[in-house]
């Protein structure tokens, strides 16, 4: 079977290795030496200060709009993997769902400030496949109407943008280290925060908002990750630059063969160096998309409809709000197989079924 992902793994001795000293230590989990060693690496690595390895890439959501104290209306992308939207739902916000730019498939700036009542207090938007949103035009919007923004840039490690890790942008960002990203700790998720005064809080609200025995500050969670998964990603951030190196190769190569007179894909900003997360193509319409999902399964080949439904059309949204754009490439948009070691004959195949299929 060729899957639309296959997690990295490195050699088993990179990470016995750390496992060996786990077990000589006896200590697992809560904010071990090994958990302070990634932070410490993937604080020189991603050129950020203020970063919080924790459990996994939704409860990073949750935590920053704890921190970040918001109530109310959250205006967000209807185009993104619906954590970003159940975060805001479970934190009893309310997602308001702006409709997204059609070239780069991100929120539409343009069409936020329509959106915006008195009962806003935030953007929630995605860096969709690692692609960032027209970060300026949001903080212009944002510092106008007094709004917080977090990015979900859940797909953007390892993406610069104007020389920056997209890491690093709005008032928090939240990034998931999930066994099917870009760079993995099996599961996985961090805080990157633009503001030392949250520092503290941010600490306290993913390890239950105490201190020791005495000092217990606020509610907060269990947003803690393990010595085990800190190995993981120890482990496989040496290899980052050649996992990005070999995305890329399969990504030009799709970009070579694919019949471009039918097919779209997003455009990808030109200021950044990019992390090839995804593969994205959009057919002319939802019948085609499956005329050619169903000839690549027939072939043993699992392409996944991402992102597929658009999240503004879901039952249990409190507010139903169209949005036709993402809608639209929401039923048309497969993303293709694209991991470290796809043989080069199989891209050619994947290709040629649905190049013959358009
Ligand atoms: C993967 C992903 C998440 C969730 O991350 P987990 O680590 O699986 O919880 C959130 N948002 C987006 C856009 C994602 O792709």
Redesign the pocket.
């Known amino acids: 079977m060729i899957n639309v992902t296959k997690t990295f793994l490195p050699d088993q001795e990179e990470y016995l290795k750390y496992v060996r000293e786990i077990w000589d230590r006896n200590y697992v989990t809560n904010n071990g030496p090994v958990l302070k060693q990634l932070e410490a690496e993937l604080k020189k690595y991603l050129g950020v200060e203020h970063f919080y390895f924790c459990g996994?890439?939704?409860?990073v959501?949750q935590i920053a709009i704890k921190a970040l104290e918001i109530t109310g209306e959250v205006i967000t992308t209807p185009f993104?993997?619906c954590?970003?939207t159940n975060a805001i739902l479970w934190e009893n916000c309310t997602p308001i769902f702006v409709d997204i730019d059609a070239k780069t498939f991100n929120i539409n700036p343009e069409l936020i400030e329509a959106a915006i009542t008195p009962a806003t207090t935030a953007i929630l938007a995605?860096h969709?496949y690692g692609n960032p949103c027209d970060v300026e035009a949001i903080e212009i919007v944002a510092k106008k109407h007094n709004l917080k923004v977090i990015y979900?840039a859940?797909?953007a490690f390892g993406v610069t943008y104007k020389g920056k890790s997209l890491l690093s942008f709005g008032d928090l960002s939240?990034c998931?280290?999930?066994a099917?990203?870009v760079f993995h700790t099996i599961?996985?998720?961090a805080l990157i925060s633009n503001h030392p005064e949250l520092d503290r809080k941010l600490d306290l609200l993913r390890a239950f908002g105490h201190k020791g025995d005495e000092l217990y500050e606020l509610a907060g969670i269990n947003g803690k990750n393990s010595e085990f998964h800190a190995a993981m990603g120890l482990a496989n951030l040496p290899h980052v630059p050649e996992i990005i190196q070999a995305r890329k190769h399969v990504f030009e190569e799709y970009d070579r063969l694919l019949n471009w007179d039918i097919l779209y894909k997003p455009l990808l900003s030109e200021h950044i160096e990019y992390n090839y997360a995804y593969y994205p193509v959009v057919f002319p319409s939802e019948a085609v998309m499956f005329k050619v999902m169903d000839a690549l399964r027939a072939e043993d080949i699992i392409p996944r409809r991402y992102f597929y439904p658009s999240l503004n059309t879901l039952s249990f949204m409190p507010k139903q709000i169209a949005c036709p754009v993402s809608e639209d490439i929401a039923l048309r948009v497969l993303s293709l197989p694209l991991y470290v070691g796809l043989p080069d004959s199989d891209i050619e195949r994947i290709s040629g079924i649905i190049n013959g299929h358009l």
């Open positions: 996994n890439g939704t409860i959501l993104s993997y954590a970003t995605t969709v979900d859940a797909h939240t998931s280290f999930h099917t990203k599961e996985g998720g």
